[in-house]
């Protein structure tokens, strides 16, 4: 699985043969989630709350090219926040 994008202690990576609702994982030492590009919600995970706003802020910024990338399949890392 790709990493897309890295800040903060935060990984951000997207399975690119998966199926569901477009949506990408974040890890945070051992806690995980799982977001729905289209809501930004978390979807599934136990991700802090200080962590799930910082991806939020993050996805929202790079919303358009998250979908890209499940629509297309193809893999390019994204800034991290900052």
């Known amino acids: 699985m790709p990493v897309i994008a890295r ?7 997207m399975y690119f043969k998966e199926h569901g609702v477009p949506h990408f994982h ?3 030492g051992e ?3 799982v ?7 978390m979807i599934e ?3 802090p ?3 799930m706003n910082m991806v ?6 790079y919303q358009e090219d998250l979908i890209d990338m499940w629509n297309t399949q193809q893999f390019r890392n994204l800034p991290g926040l900052e």
Request: no cysteine; net charge neutral.
């Open 49 to 51: 709350q200080r962590a």
């Open 7 to 13: 800040f903060y202690g935060i990984i951000i990576k």
């Open 26 to 28: 974040v890890l945070y």
């Open 35 to 41: 977001f729905a590009i289209s809501s930004l919600e």
């Open 56 to 61: 939020m802020e993050w996805a929202k910024s």
């Open 45 to 47: 995970g136990d991700l």
């Open 31 to 33: 806690f995980n989630g």
